[in-house]
């Protein structure tokens, strides 16, 4: 079944969300370019820390698009740095918590924070490869603040903690609008 419509009832009922809001791909990696594809044009750029999974800077270049890298803060991500190269050309912001490779984490609190001074325009990917992992009594997943923030795109795999990395099955949860984007032109497949 190329929607994986059993996966996503499953899934949905598991995360609170409705199926409409799940976008299945081949691993958290396809997802990560997918997003990339549906948001960004040569004429736009992306936001990423400076210690980062390197999917983000592939996918950003891969399209033409300017890459913008902020000053990273004790191998983390510093999310003022990032806002701050935020400006008009922003389609997307690409933030790995707990992140890929260093293993520095963010509250939720911070994530908050920084998702209410994004635009509305710009999506914002909270990759989540390895949420499973932590166990910090301020870290929460951005699945508890996606109601309040339509742009925020949630991305997580079952490669990790599940141990399926041969099957390659990844998931993100969005917005309806933006998962029917991504819907629109992921792989059939």
């Given at each position: 079944d190329g929607s994986a419509f059993h996966l996503k009832t499953k899934l949905a009922a598991r995360l609170h969300v409705e199926p409409a809001q799940i976008t299945i791909g081949n691993?958290?990696?396809?997802?990560?370019?997918?997003?990339?594809?549906?948001?960004?044009?040569?004429?736009?750029?992306?936001?990423?820390?400076?210690?980062?999974?390197i999917v983000y800077p592939i996918a950003v270049k891969a399209l033409g698009a300017e890459l913008r890298v902020a000053a990273a803060a004790n191998f983390g991500h510093d999310l003022d740095a990032m806002a701050a190269l935020v400006n008009?050309?922003?389609?997307?912001?690409?933030?790995?918590?707990?992140?890929?490779?260093?293993?520095?984490w963010l509250g939720i609190a911070a994530i908050d924070a920084f998702m209410s001074r994004i635009p509305e325009n710009v999506i914002v990917v909270l990759d989540e490869a390895y949420h499973e992992y932590v166990d910090k009594p301020d870290y929460a997943s951005g699945l508890a603040i996606l109601d309040k923030y339509p742009n925020l795109v949630v991305s997580r795999t079952f490669s990790k903690a599940y141990g399926l990395a041969g099957l390659r099955v990844g998931y993100c949860v969005s917005s309806k609008p933006v998962a029917d984007l991504l819907n629109r032109l992921r792989e059939p497949f």
């Open positions: 691993g958290s990696n396809e997802l990560l370019d997918l997003v990339a594809r549906v948001f960004l044009a040569p004429t736009d750029n992306a936001v990423i820390s400076r210690h980062a999974f008009e050309s922003t389609k997307l912001v690409f933030i790995a918590n707990p992140n890929n490779p260093t293993g520095n």
